[in-house]
């Protein structure tokens, strides 16, 4: 039997940050807790998507999609990369070091030095 099943925009996520946490606009958003925080180098995080707006405590949207992050210096990602999952290193630099940290999502490609990076 088919169903029309209704289609919403899910692309953007109203959270609550943490208390008394600072999240930067076009950061790294993880969840902590069920509380937004930036992204940092800590295994367990869920990670969400980048901030739209700078805030400290109350609430944040975070969109998902795909945008461009710094590559890691150190553990660098390249093309042998492309479709799988990288790494978080700070709230702006993925790495394709796992050590002690979280999924940051799949790299899609490169452009400018910086990792396309798809959060789904």
């Known amino acids: 039997m088919q169903r029309n099943t209704a289609e919403t925009f899910s692309d953007v996520l109203y959270l609550s940050v943490k ?5 930067f606009q ?3 958003v993880a969840l902590e ?4 925080i930036l992204a940092n180098k800590a295994e367990g995080l869920t990670i969400v998507g980048r ?3 700078t805030v400290v405590g109350g609430n944040i949207n975070v969109k998902r999609g795909v945008f461009l992050y710094e590559n ?4 660098p990602l390249n093309e042998t990369h492309i479709l799988k999952e990288c790494y978080i290193k700070d ?3 993925v790495t394709a070091d796992s050590t002690s940290t979280s999924v940051a999502g799949k790299v899609i490609g490169f ?3 910086q990792v396309k990076v798809e959060f789904r």
């Open 19 to 23: 208390t008394n946490t600072k999240i």
């Open 111 to 113: 452009e400018d030095g």
């Open 51 to 53: 901030a739209e707006e």
């Open 33 to 36: 807790n069920g509380k937004a």
């Open 72 to 75: 890691d210096t150190d553990n």
């Open 91 to 93: 709230s702006v630099t």
């Open 26 to 28: 076009g950061h790294i």
